[in-house]
């Protein structure tokens, strides 16, 4: 590329987010994100386009211009941005935002609050989500669970298209951490094991890429849910572009309370019924089933003017105020200040 007179875009995996207080600018390559100032907000989304590096920097005001060009130095430095000739900026459109995924249900939660002498309804409940074309399936024992229930239940996964799972059990000093490794040795599909209880945190290496990981924190119910931080963001494409459109934690989602309800999510108070009475089918056709997986963070207070919303998960069980569009009460953001309490 030529660099007389150039022009500076972003990469089309860096996206900008315009907050209250700031911006954020997502890598979605490197999984990475960066804080600028809002002023570069347009100056990077459209500005960019039209005027050179040069004009963009004539922009500034004098006191402000060294400032700038050392931001637009370090976008360079690091990769974020680029220069490019005139005639080369349509070869780099911006990020396509559409967002779909090829099954009415990507992901559900079961939650078990005592081990169960029969997996009859969550049996009943996989094999409808097999049907419904999920493949991604969180199992939450807030009680312990042995390892030859685990292998029954396994069993019914292996017969699916399930392809990925993650375990949260309540530790048991009975079950050593060899068991636990083994069966997950023997069950690929397991992608992480979360056991919590334990009496320190600390991570289990094994020969695969699974994850395990032993936390003090104990889990009690499903009250545990709707954490929001930092390390819950997520900088995939996939997730910013769902957070365009839809829910970043309900949309598409379905669970299975540990009394057999079908629900949005375990700790969302509205049943649709009985896994014994209704089938998946006809509750995902109701309107207020869709309706919680279609309010977006740009909709929900304090969220639509912060800067991390299409990297920040959701929550819409526990909501300050109650409110359908409250901000998650767990959230110890500030957008106003951009300070975390
Ligand atoms: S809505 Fe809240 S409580 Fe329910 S699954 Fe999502 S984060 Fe958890
Ligand atoms: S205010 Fe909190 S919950 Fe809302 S988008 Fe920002 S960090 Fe996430």
Known sequence: MKKNDPYILLFSCCALTKGVTQ??????????????????????????????????????DEADRETAKEYFEYLLAKEYAFLCDKDEIALFPPLATTWDYPAEISNAIIDFKKVPASFAMHHSFIQQLDELGC????????????????KELYAMIAKTGIYRTELLIR???????????????????????????????????????????????????????????????NLSITHYTESLHFNTCLNRKISLSADGHIRNCPSLKDSYGHISKVSLKEVI???KFSGFGRIR?????????????????????????????????????????????
């Open 285 to 287: 056709r109701k309107k």
């Open 135 to 150: 493949c991604d399936i969180q199992f939450r024992c807030f009680c312990s669970m042995p390892v030859v229930k685990l």
């Open 297 to 341: 963070k740009d909709q929900i207070d304090d969220c639509k003017v912060c800067e991390y919303r299409n990297v920040c998960t959701d929550c819409r069980a526990y909501t300050i105020g109650n409110s359908i569009t409250g901000k998650p009460a767990k959230c110890r953001y500030d957008p106003y200040k951009g300070v975390w309490l």
């Open 23 to 60: 911006t954020l600018m997502a890598d979605f390559q490197r999984f990475m994100f960066e804080l600028l100032p809002n002023e570069f907000y347009k100056i990077l989304t459209s500005t960019c386009r039209k005027k050179t590096y040069a004009e963009l920097l004539d922009g500034f």
């Open 171 to 233: 530790y048991d000093p009975e079950v050593s951490l060899d068991e636990y490794s083994a069966f997950m040795n023997a069950t690929p599909y397991v992608n992480t094991l979360f056991l919590h209880g334990f009496p320190e945190n600390k991570a289990i290496t094994l020969a695969s890429d699974q994850k395990f990981y032993c936390i003090t924190e104990v889990l009690p119910d499903e009250s545990c849910c709707g954490n929001i931080g930092f390390h819950y963001f």
